[in-house]
Each structure stands twice: as C-alpha cells, then as structure tokens.
C-alpha cells in the first residue's frame, strides 16, 4: 500500500513537472513540444489518480498546468498565423519578406509558394 502511495506521489510530481516544461517550451520551441508535454502530463495526473474517485490537489494542479500549456500553444500559435498573415497584408512588409526570402533562397515570395502550389 504505501508503495503504491509513493509511485503515485512520483507520478502526481512528474505529470507536474512536465506541464511546467510544457508551458517553458511554449516559448522557446513553439508548436510541437508543448502539446507533447501537455498531453502526457495529462494523462500521467489521470493515472496518477488510481483507484481513487476524487483527484488531489497535487493531481488538479498537474491538469491545470498540462491544460495550460496546451491552450497557451493554441494561443500563441494562432497569434503568429495573425502576424504573418498581417505581414503579408503590407506592402511594405511583403516587400520585406520578399527581401528576405531573396537573400536566403533566392527566390521571390510567390516563386516559393507557386514552387509548393500554392496560390497567391
């Protein structure tokens, strides 16, 4: 019994942790690591939980943190996609993109999306 106390201690502990990471990464490797991080400290607090029928503070905190960081993603994804899109509104910012992708790749902005298929 207490073993089985402790492995959830550590489970409750790590699914916590990883919300933490997932949250951090949000914003310094965006898109995929946080939904992988949240999603498993998810689940890890939900394992966490046992045989139990009510979740312990230390398991609402984990979910908490793991929803956060998953939600956070979305939010901050969504806010690029704006960004971008804004950018490519301008003129001025469409030249600068344009600039910038010449340098790099030596094409043009609707060179390297016509290369994808990608209507302009």
């Known amino acids: 019994m207490e073993k ?9 502990t790590f699914a916590y942790r990883l919300g933490v990471a997932g949250i951090l990464s949000t914003f310094l490797i965006p898109v995929f690591l946080p939904f992988a991080l949240g999603s498993v ?5 939900v394992l966490s939980r046992g045989s139990d029928k009510k979740y312990s503070k230390k398991v609402k ?3 908490a943190v793991g929803i956060a960081a ?5 939010l901050y994804i969504i806010y690029a996609a704006g960004t971008v899109a804004a950018l490519l509104a ?3 910012g469409r030249q600068q993109v344009n600039g910038l992708l010449y340098r790099m790749y030596g094409m043009t902005l609707e060179e390297f ?7 302009q």
């Not at 089985?4 to 409750?12: F, K, Q, T, V």
């Not at 400290?41 to 607090?45: E, R, V």
């Not at 998953?70 to 979305?74: E, G, S, Y």
């Open 41 to 45: 400290s998810i689940i890890l607090a």
């Open 70 to 74: 998953i939600v956070l993603n979305v």
């Open 90 to 92: 301008d003129p001025t």
């Open 4 to 12: 089985e106390l402790i492995h959830r201690e550590r489970l409750e």
């Open 61 to 63: 905190k984990a979910l």
């Open 113 to 119: 999306l016509g290369q994808y298929g990608i209507p």
